[in-house]
């Protein structure tokens, strides 16, 4: 079955530092999505990406789908404390509506 | 906003019980997801169903059952429940119509003594 490889599994940063992570998969999907989990609660979603190429912001985080269709990348710039959490890429492939879910990036940031 | 809610945040159970787990979803979505969620493993899927009685197993479905009598409603049950089936439970609800996005719910985070 399909496989990503979310890394790294974890960061500590501190306080104002940019932020970079990445998924990669062994199968073309049509869809990326970048979830945060916070601590005891449910995954929220960030951003949601469409199109081979396509790079999409919101606020402080950027996300790219890659040419490939392979990969996408999440970056977080001048990171604040709760930007701590659980990052998860997700992705899918065809009309198949299951998403396949990397195993999350723990990020920390220290103030 | 979609709006997905589940019954209990945390439940403690002793081993052996019947344990019902409750998802409703307000966006009027056709397929619903249950997710267990443990440390180093991520989320993986215990079954999903795209539409009212209509369910697929997941890749962990081993102990679980599901019940979907209306579309905005998925349950999860586990018929005897087990200390291995502590864990955090998630539901997802999304549309049939790409680009498939999910939505999650708060978790439920369950613990079998």
């Known amino acids: 079955g399909q496989q990503l490889n979310q890394s790294p599994q974890s960061m500590f940063i501190q306080e104002g530092e940019d932020v970079s992570m990445n998924c990669t998969s062994s199968?073309?999907?049509?869809?990326w999505l970048w979830y945060k989990q916070d601590p005891g609660e449910g995954p929220v979603l960030l951003i949601a990406l469409y199109k081979a190429g396509e790079l999409t912001s919101n606020g402080r985080l950027t996300a790219q789908f890659g040419i490939t269709r392979k990969d996408s990348f999440l970056n977080i710039s001048a990171s604040i404390p709760s930007d701590v959490g659980i990052y998860f890429c997700a992705g899918s492939g065809g009309s198949n509506y299951k998403l396949t879910f990397g195993k999350g990036t723990l990020l920390t940031v220290n103030p | 906003d979609v709006k997905v809610t589940q019954s209990s945040r945390y439940l403690v159970k002793r081993t052996g019980e019947k344990v019902f787990l409750e998802c409703v979803q307000d966006m009027d979505h056709e397929n619903m997801f249950w997710y267990r969620q443990d440390p180093g493993l991520g989320l993986r899927l215990i079954y999903f169903?795209?539409?009212?009685?209509?369910?697929e197993k997941g890749d962990i479905p081993e102990g679980y059952s599901v019940s979907r009598e209306k579309k905005e409603r998925f349950s999860l049950i586990l018929e005897s429940a087990s200390t291995n089936q502590t864990s955090m439970y998630l539901c997802a609800s999304s549309s049939t119509v790409f680009p498939y996005e999910q939505y999650f719910g708060p978790g439920t985070r369950l613990t079998v003594t």
């Open positions: 199968s073309i999907f049509n869809t």
């Open positions: 169903s795209y539409d009212v009685k209509m369910k």
